[in-house]
């Protein structure tokens, strides 16, 4: 059974701080990784997807990726209260299907 | 361009009875998903239709569901009978034409379809 690990919080960090989030999986031939934002009732929405090892940026979001240590987070700076939701980390399987964790639960306080 | 729309938004229903659930992808999305959520677990893959055919339905849980997709373009997501384990959040996907690596592809998520089973 291929897994993806997250811890579900809640992650509470005060407005304008660096908000850290993090995610293991465990099937090393995973090449694809994905957050997912998911407000309260809502829709999950890609907010960053990354490919190889390193740092990707977007705005205010940066993903981290380290395929040795099977091991994917999502950086947020400057966190604002509009950034409270859930986070979720999607790894695709062989196919299109994916296998999602449960979600870290992030409450930004102003 | 309209998201993605599922129908109903809730759904709450007696043990033993039939719900149907309906996913109107983004139009011109050939790929198509199914997924669900139970209370504290995580989104869990249910089937996956490349227009009208089912390409993978290995998460689908037993045969009490049944997924169609006729003429490619709109999907019904059918439980019967219903039991009480049913109940979560359904979520319809759907992305483009594959043009590159599958695990690459966009997933666009409708907002999901509550059902509750008593």
Redesign the interface.
């Known amino acids: 059974q291929k897994e993806?690990e997250q811890n579900s919080g809640p992650l509470s960090v005060p407005e304008g701080a660096i908000a850290s989030l993090n995610c293991t999986y465990s099937d090393r031939g995973s090449?694809?990784f994905?957050w997912?934002r998911q407000y309260s009732?809502?829709?999950?929405?890609?907010i960053m997807?990354i490919?190889s090892n390193g740092d990707k940026e977007d705005g205010r979001f940066t993903a981290q990726l380290n395929k040795a240590s099977q091991y994917v987070s999502l950086l947020i700076r400057d966190s604002q209260p509009s950034d409270s939701a859930t986070y979720?980390c999607a790894v695709?399987?062989s196919?299109?299907?994916?296998?999602?964790?449960?979600?870290t639960s992030l409450l930004v306080t102003p | 361009e309209a998201?993605?729309t599922q129908f109903p938004s809730h759904s709450v229903i007696e043990k033993g009875q039939t719900v149907t659930l309906r996913c109107d992808p983004i139009s011109g999305h050939d790929?198509l998903?199914w997924?669900r959520r139970v209370m504290g677990?995580?989104?869990?893959?249910l089937l996956?239709f490349v227009k009208e055919s089912k390409?993978?339905e290995?998460?689908m849980p037993n045969n009490r569901f049944l997924a169609e997709r006729t003429g490619g373009t709109y999907s019904t997501l059918k439980v019967q009978p219903a039991e009480l384990e049913d109940s979560g959040v359904y979520?319809c996907a759907s992305?483009p034409r594959t043009s590159g690596?599958?695990?690459?592809?966009?997933?666009?998520?409708?907002?999901?379809t509550r059902l509750l089973v008593l």
Not at chain 2, 41 to 45: A, H, L, S
């Open positions: 993806v090449q694809s994905f997912y009732g809502k829709s999950p929405e890609l997807s490919y979720l695709p399987n196919g299109y299907a994916l296998n999602f964790g449960k979600g | 998201g993605v790929n998903y997924y677990k995580e989104i869990k893959f996956h390409q993978d290995s998460g979520f992305s690596r599958a695990s690459q592809e966009t997933q666009y998520f409708g907002p999901g």
